[in-house]
Every structure is written in C-alpha cells, then in structure tokens.
C-alpha cells in the first residue's frame, strides 16, 4: 500500500525557516515525481514545487522560487522542503504527493498517492 507521511511543519516568525520532510512507502521511488502542494481553507489546493526522482529535475511555483529547495534522498525514500524567508502568505497545511505516471509539474489532479498533510503557520 502506498503511503506518504510529511513531517516538519510549526510555527515559526517570518523570516523564519522550516524543513519539511515526505517518507514515501509502498510503491516504486526510483522513478516517480514527488511534488509538495499547500491549501487553505476556503481554498484550491496549490502546487509548491516538484522533483524527479530519476534525474533530479526541479520545478517551483513563482510563489516560492528562490525561497524554496526541493531535494530528494532516494536511499531513504524522502524528499525535503527547505523553506527559508518565510511570509504569513505561506501559512498553509502542506502535503506531500506521488505521481507515477508520466506527468511532470504541480497540477493536483496528475498525482495519485497523497500524505496526511502537515500545518506550517508563519507569524508575522
């Protein structure tokens, strides 16, 4: 069964830092994107950014570009998201997804596994 859990997420002030961490199970690592996404209440859920794990490749959101690093460890099934200047803006519950197929980028709806979601709030 596939599984995805995030870890990581706080509070913290703007300006602050954050890491958060996507143990990923359950299904084949080696060749899949791993994207993190972010929603509010009352709002769509939002693509942050993205990594293949074959290559390595990385996508952001313009939102969080230069602010964001993507990076996955595949020896421990994990990917990261180093968040630094953080901003209220950024307040969210933060997920983490899996996407097997062939797709590339941050549209929610070509992912298929889905973590529990983990709230990073950022204190102006």
């Known amino acids: 069964e596939a599984q995805l859990v995030e870890s990581g997420g706080g509070l913290v002030q703007a300006g602050g830092s954050l890491r958060l961490s996507c143990a990923a199970s359950?299904?084949?690592?080696?060749?899949?994107?791993i994207g993190w996404f972010r929603q509010v209440p009352g709002k769509e859920r939002e693509g942050v950014s993205c990594?293949?794990?074959?290559?390595?490749?990385?996508y952001y959101d313009d939102s969080v570009k230069g602010r964001f690093t993507i990076s996955s460890d595949n020896a421990k099934n994990t990917v990261y998201l180093q968040m630094n200047s953080l901003k209220p803006e950024d307040t969210a519950v933060y997920y983490c997804?899996?996407?097997?197929?062939?797709?590339?980028?941050?549209?929610?709806?070509?992912?298929?596994?889905w973590g529990q979601g983990t709230q990073v709030t950022v204190s102006s």
């Open positions: 359950g299904f084949t690592f080696d060749d899949v994107v």
């Open positions: 990594i293949s794990s074959s290559d390595g490749t990385t």
């Open positions: 997804a899996a996407d097997e197929g062939t797709g590339w980028g941050i549209d929610p709806e070509e992912y298929e596994y």
